[in-house]
Nanobody, 121 residues
Framework: VQLVESGGGLVRPGGSLRVSCAAV????????MNWYRQAPGKARELVAV???????NVVNAVKGRFTISRDNIKNTVYLQMNSLKSEDTAVYYC????????????????WGEGTLVTVAS
């Protein structure tokens, strides 16, 4: 089981970008799916969360600019980032709580490898 991220890149201040994260493997169910980020020289921080039932929330620093959503059929979570600022520059990591299709079923926390988002003019 792994999380495959995509969509990072270079964007100008005020621009938009969407990053995606797909859970692949022998999965029974994906529970919480979250986005974290780590800026250069800083600790990793939580950005947004979403549950399997669709509830979601984002941290105050990105509220009104970022939106998290998910497609349970595709086991994919998205982070739509608008009005980007230079301080949003970071490696964005996907994190998920996954119930594996094993006998007995096993719960596993998985991290993606990260995708770099750079906001610069």
């Amino acid at each position: 089981v792994q999380l495959v991220e995509s969509g990072g890149g270079l964007v100008r201040p005020g621009g938009s970008l969407r990053v995606s994260c797909a859970a692949v493997g022998t999965i029974f169910r994906v529970n919480d799916m979250n986005w974290y980020r780590q800026a250069p020289g800083k600790a990793r921080e939580l950005v947004a969360v979403t549950t399997k039932d669709g509830s979601s929330n984002v941290v105050n620093a990105v509220k009104g600019r970022f939106t998290i959503s998910r497609d349970n059929i595709k086991n994919t979570v998205y982070l739509q980032m608008n009005s980007l600022k230079s301080e949003d520059t970071a490696v964005y990591y996907c994190n998920a709580d996954i119930l594996l299709s094993s006998t007995p079923p096993r719960d596993l926390e998985v991290w993606g490898e990260g995708t770099l988002v750079t906001v610069a003019s």
